[in-house]
Every structure is written in C-alpha cells, then in structure tokens.
C-alpha cells in the first residue's frame, strides 16, 4: 500500500496532465480509488467503491490512483490541486 504522501504525489502528477476535455485511459496494477472533481463543490471526491486493477476508461475530471486504501483516499481528495480545467468551467467563472 502506498503512504498517504506517495498517493497524493501520483494524484497531484495526473491532475496536471488534465488539460483538456474528452477521455483519457489510465493503468492501474493495484486496486486503487477514483477521484472525481466537482465544479460545484470546487474539491476533489474518492469515489465510494474501489476499482479493479487494470485498464480504464475516464472522462477528463476523473483519475485513479492504485494501491491505496479508502481512508488514504478520502485523506488525498482533500488535499489535491484543483483541476486544470475548472478555471474555464461556467461554475469558476459565472457562479463565483
């Protein structure tokens, strides 16, 4: 399992290459968490149930991070970057 400090490392790694809209595909060899950034909430999400190892498929505001627990998840989401892309979003510039 990896320590709180190297899972918020890779998170922070992978949201920095969120730079665009559209699907991306990631690789995980561990069973790891989904994170989901929430315009309205403006924070990152672990999403409740853990992935399989393997490929997967995401929309652009979702990464995964293999190899972690759900408290070292949940311990994460609080403390990534902000997405990218949520700058441009209608939320960041119309809402706040």
């Known amino acids: 399992m990896k320590t709180i400090t190297q899972a918020l490392q890779e998170a922070n790694e992978k949201v920095a ?3 665009r809209r559209g699907y991306h595909e990631d690789i995980t060899t561990a069973r790891g968490y989904k994170f989901i950034w929430s315009n309205h909430q403006m924070r ?20 995964i991070v293999g190899g972690i627990s759900k408290v070292t998840a949940d311990t994460v989401a609080s403390m ?17």
């Open 44 to 63: 990152w999400l672990a999403y409740g149930q853990p992935s399989s190892k393997g490929s997967h498929t995401m929309d652009a505001n979702i990464i």
């Open 17 to 19: 290459l969120r730079v």
């Open 80 to 96: 990534m970057n902000p997405l990218p892309m949520y700058g441009n979003s209608f939320e960041a510039v119309y809402l706040r």
